[in-house]
């Protein structure tokens, strides 16, 4: 792999987490953990509401949006589907639903990635560190206006 600095200076990311009940969100952190992988240091900003999403992605730099599917009033599908259509450069979001029925809803939103609740650890460090890695690698999250096209 040549040399490689990753295991002494992991990447540092903000991960949003969202739900209403804080007690899925300490789900969902403990789920990711502070180090999904060696390569990548996580630290959460936690929101129950819309508007605190909002402010938070205004005034932080958001690696990536972990949804819960099962919020109310404001679902993580729908959360997901404002910020795509709210920011320019939206960060990649996650939603953990309840049913993998719920998959093709997610997709329709834009979603770039959904996990089943009840998580498990190893997926979910995969799925995680495979978004912040794209978005470390330059990938435009799905439902991003690119307006920058050559």
């Not at 600095?5 to 009940?21: G, I, R």
């Not at 795509?84 to 990649?92: F, G, M, R, V, W």
């Not at 912040?132 to 435009?140: E, F, M, S, V």
């Amino acid at each position: 792999m040549g040399h490689n600095m990753s295991q002494e200076t992991p990447n540092q990311y903000t991960v949003l987490l969202y739900s209403d009940d804080a007690a899925v969100r300490d789900r969902i952190r403990l789920a990711i953990g502070p180090r999904p992988a060696a390569d990548l240091r996580v630290e959460f900003a936690d929101a129950s509401t819309w508007e605190e999403c909002r402010r938070l992605l205004d005034e932080y730099e958001i690696d990536l949006m972990m949804l819960d599917g099962e919020a109310t009033p404001a679902g993580g599908i729908g959360i997901a589907r404002q910020t795509k259509d709210e920011y320019l450069t939206p960060p990649p979001t996650c939603v953990v639903i309840a049913r993998a029925a719920d998959r093709w809803l997610a997709a329709y939103a834009q979603v770039d990635a959904t996990l089943v609740a009840p998580l498990d650890p190893v997926e979910t460090g995969r799925v995680v560190a495979g978004l912040l890695r794209a978005r470390r690698d330059g990938a435009i999250p799905l439902g991003t206006l690119n307006t920058t096209t050559p």
